[in-house]
């Protein structure tokens, strides 16, 4: 399907955004969590991207200090377009915009976790200035 050239507006992500975050981002983060991260706070650098009143492509980052020694990075959570407004930029809008966030915070380390088996995100990321990490990541599954 193709878009028809559409005015597309970036900005930060408020808490009356959530709704329609959940809705675009389906089963990516719970309510609960996405409230967590404190939107609209110091630490936060989300955005929404709108067309026509309607948010149709969101990203969730924060600011905040990871790793030994400790390094204040922000941390991509995830970025998602709706379906048919990919591949016409909005996601490198939102990182750019993220990126702007961090540079007037004074973090210069920006951080994204790419599933090893999601060679799509990978592409994009690094199509962005990412690179592979030094830094080697270890999850442990704690019983329920």
Known sequence: ????????TVRRMTEEDIDAVMELGGNIISRSELTD???EGPLDCSFVAVVDGRIIGFNLARMQYVGIPLTRVCLIHGIVVQHEFRRHGIGNRLVEEMFRCCHE????TIRAHV???DVRLQRFIMQLGFYRSTVDNYDKTVGA
């Open 37 to 39: 991260l404190g939107l």
């Open 105 to 108: 915070n004074g973090v210069d």
């Open 1 to 8: 399907m193709t878009v028809p050239k559409v005015h597309v």
């Open 115 to 117: 599933e090893q088996s």
